[in-house]
């Protein structure tokens, strides 16, 4: 299956999303390939125009058997805040059974704030997860210009949980912003019950980079684990 979705909207328009996938909305494979590509629309100080968006409880992304997950998301939007790449929220989960998760966002070159790459558990806890052999890879890069900050590359949060068992897990976040803009972390991890955790062999390798390198502001912190998240091997890996 292969699914490209972009979004529009005029004047100051808000949510204009790639792809949106909700309300226990289920995409599935068995054994075969998934690829989905979403770029956010949007414009003027319309906010949210996310690239791909796979939200809410019993909403599902999912391959069976050899099956892997690509997602490539890329926010939109002008001069409004919040254009991410790609979200997962509100109790979503991608997930497959022995394949590999790829999911790679950028976020929105607004002037606005909070353009992150990608966001796991937006507004309440969300899934990723990679059972037997299945891997995951989570790429993201921060946008935002001008004066734009907290851009962060890869953000998971709110009890969120990205997982595999015997399958390498990781992450890549690099930081955006501009100007004097500030807290454009590259990679953070946050909150209480929040982990990125493998339960068998496998190993996980985080990389962050902060953003806005040649900015005024401060805080562009490369990785950030706080209250209460965390990163877990509890299997030998």
């Known amino acids: 299956i292969t699914i490209t979705a972009v979004g529009n909207g005029t004047a100051n328009s808000n949510n204009s999303y790639g792809l949106f996938v909700t309300n226990s909305g289920v995409i599935s494979t068995v054994d075969g390939t998934l690829n989905i590509l979403g770029v956010g629309g949007g414009s003027g100080s319309g906010v949210k125009n996310y690239g791909v968006v796979i ?7 999912t391959t069976t058997g050899t099956g892997n997950i690509i997602i490539n998301g890329t926010g939109g939007g002008v001069t409004g805040d919040g254009n991410n790449g790609v979200t997962i929220s509100n109790a979503a989960t991608v997930q497959t059974t022995g394949g590999s998760i790829t999911i790679t966002g950028l976020g929105g070159s607004s002037t606005g704030d909070d353009n992150y790459g990608v966001s796991i558990g937006d507004t309440a ?9 299945g891997t995951i890879t989570i790429n993201g890069t921060g946008g935002g210009s001008s004066n734009s900050g907290s851009d962060r590359g890869v953000s998971i949060s709110n009890s969120s949980i990205v997982s595999t068992v015997n399958g390498t897990l990781g992450i890549t976040g690099i930081g955006g912003g501009h100007g004097s803009g500030a807290s454009n972390i590259g990679a953070q991890i946050n909150g209480a019950g929040t982990f990125v955790k493998t339960t068998g062999t496998g190993n996980i390798t985080i990389s962050g980079t902060g953003g806005n390198a040649s900015g005024s502001a401060g805080s562009d912190i490369g990785i950030k684990v706080d209250f209460g998240g965390g990163v877990l091997t509890t299997g030998g890996g």
Do not use: N
């Not at 806890?125 to 052999?133: D, I, M, N, Q, W």
């Open 55 to 61: 939200d809410g409880d019993s909403t599902l992304v």
């Open 125 to 133: 806890a969300s899934f990723v997860t990679a059972l037997g052999t």
